[in-house]
Each structure stands twice: as structure tokens, then as C-alpha cells.
């Protein structure tokens, strides 16, 4: 069975940090370009981050630019996002996927159930 589950999440202060990690499992995803989405209350999900197969491209949505990075693993199957200068919008349900259709990255159709991040402020 395939599976992506975010772990990480949690409640921090403005200004914190907090590192979210996703372990991919039922096959490789060392080829396949990876990212995060979040989820407010009341709101879209929103595209935060993304990064290609090797690693070699990433790309960031403006409002976390600057505060977010993204990487990945692939001997592990993992990818992470390290996120610093957390502000309390940033306050959503976190979600790994490899569903980047929105930027216009490819659009395989596996995510996670999502972990919750609270920004305290």
C-alpha cells in the first residue's frame, strides 16, 4: 500500500520553528517530484513548497520565501520542511503530496492525512 504521513507537527510560538517530515512508504518516490500543501479553517488548501526528484529544484510559494525550506531524503523516502520565523498565519493542517498540478509540476495523486501546526502568537 502506498502511504505519505507527515509527522511534526505541533504548537509553537511566533517566531519558533518547527521541522515537519513526511515518510513515503509501498514504493520509491526517488523519481517523483514532492511537496507540501496546508489548510487552514475556512480556507483553500494552498500550496507551500515543492521540490523535484534529485532535489535540484525547489520551488516556494511567496508568503513562506525566505522562512521555509524545503529538502529531501530519497535513500530514507522522505521529504521535510524546516520552517523558521513562524508567524501565526502560518497556523494550518499540513499536507505531503506528489499532486503539484497547481504550479504546473507533475501531478501524481498520492497525499498525506496531514499534520497540524499551531502558530501561537
Known amino acids: 500500500q502506498v502511504q505519505l504521513v507527515e509527522s511534526g507537527g505541533g504548537v509553537v510560538q511566533a517566531g519558533g520553528s518547527l521541522r515537519l517530515s513526511c515518510a513515503a512508504s509501498?514504493?520509491?518516490?526517488?523519481?517523483?517530484?514532492m511537496g507540501w500543501f496546508r489548510q487552514a479553517p475556512g480556507r483553500e488548501r494552498e500550496f507551500v513548497a515543492a521540490?523535484?526528484?534529485?532535489?535540484?529544484?525547489?520551488r516556494y510559494a511567496d508568503s513562506v520565501k525566505g522562512r521555509f525550506t524545503i529538502s529531501r531524503n530519497n535513500v530514507k523516502n522522505a521529504i521535510y520542511l524546516q520552517m523558521n520565523s513562524l508567524k501565526a498565519e502560518d497556523s494550518a493542517v499540513y499536507y505531503c503530496?506528489?499532486?503539484?498540478?497547481?504550479?504546473?509540476?507533475?501531478?501524481?495523486?498520492?497525499w498525506g492525512k496531514g499534520t497540524l501546526v499551531t502558530v501561537s502568537s
Open positions: 503530496t506528489t499532486d503539484l498540478s497547481k504550479i504546473g509540476w507533475s501531478a501524481m495523486d498520492y
Open positions: 509501498g514504493r520509491s518516490f526517488s523519481d517523483i517530484a
Open positions: 521540490i523535484n526528484w534529485n532535489g535540484g529544484l525547489t
